[in-house]
């Protein structure tokens, strides 16, 4: 059984045996084929949650196939053996395509935040991490305004905006969350690439672990 020593030293650092460090990771053009997978996995009531419909396969295949990795940004989180569990997605827009967004902010873009976690990962903050995450990029990319948009019922989401302090506003079963942001400065952009360098450590060492377990270990 192979182990993630990189895992394991933050675990010890953060004094956390019951639940794991969570990394963030961004991911790029060849993590595609991943997204899709992890998005097709979610069940109808999760795709109702994370899309505000129950997409079939082929939208779901569509709107993955759409995902400009050189324009927005889209993070993951791999679990110890190699499978993306979680995906957010922060996509920026021009600010006038948002209604709601005229009267948020005097920025020209704006950004979107999406996310979904698989069920065997909930319960341990990915979501929050994940939202963190956005928050810094968009900081750190002097976007001011990050907006959310989901169903009320997604209780999820909703406790994610509640506890960044987002602007909450429901109407007809669906809700749209605000969140102004600071200004950049060196201490969020300090943190930005320590956390990517981090992530990025973690992802290299369970790819590699996982490509050791499948040339060492026989198929069955």
């Known amino acids: 059984m192979f182990t993630n020593p990189f895992s394991s030293w933050l675990n010890a650092r953060s004094g956390r045996k019951s639940r794991r460090t969570v990394l963030v990771k961004q991911l790029h053009e060849r993590d595609r084929r991943r997204v899709l997978k992890h998005f097709l996995a979610l069940d109808d009531s999760d795709r109702l949650l994370r899309f505000g419909t129950r997409l079939p396969d082929e939208l ?9 990795f050189s324009r927005d940004t889209v993070y993951g989180v791999y679990n110890p053996v190699f499978k993306l569990v979680a995906v957010g997605h922060l996509a920026f827009g021009p600010r006038e395509a948002s209604t709601h967004a005229l009267s948020s902010t005097t920025k020209d873009i704006v950004a979107e935040f999406g996310v979904s ?40 989401m ?48 369970k790819a590699n672990t996982r490509a050791a377990v499948k040339f060492f270990v026989p198929k069955k």
């Open 117 to 156: 976690v698989s069920a065997s990962a909930r319960g341990l903050g990915i979501g929050s991490k994940l939202f963190e995450r956005a928050a810094i990029r968009c900081r750190n990319l002097d976007v001011d305004t990050l907006y959310m948009h989901c169903l009320s019922s997604n209780q999820t």
């Open 158 to 205: 909703m406790h994610i905006a509640k506890k960044a302090g987002m602007e909450i506003q429901r109407d007809y079963g669906e809700a749209d969350a605000y969140l102004r942001l600071l200004p950049p400065d060196p201490a969020s952009m300090l943190r930005e690439a320590i956390d990517e360098q981090f992530a990025t450590i973690d992802y290299t060492l």
């Open 60 to 68: 779901v295949e569509a709107y993955v196939a759409k995902i400009d």
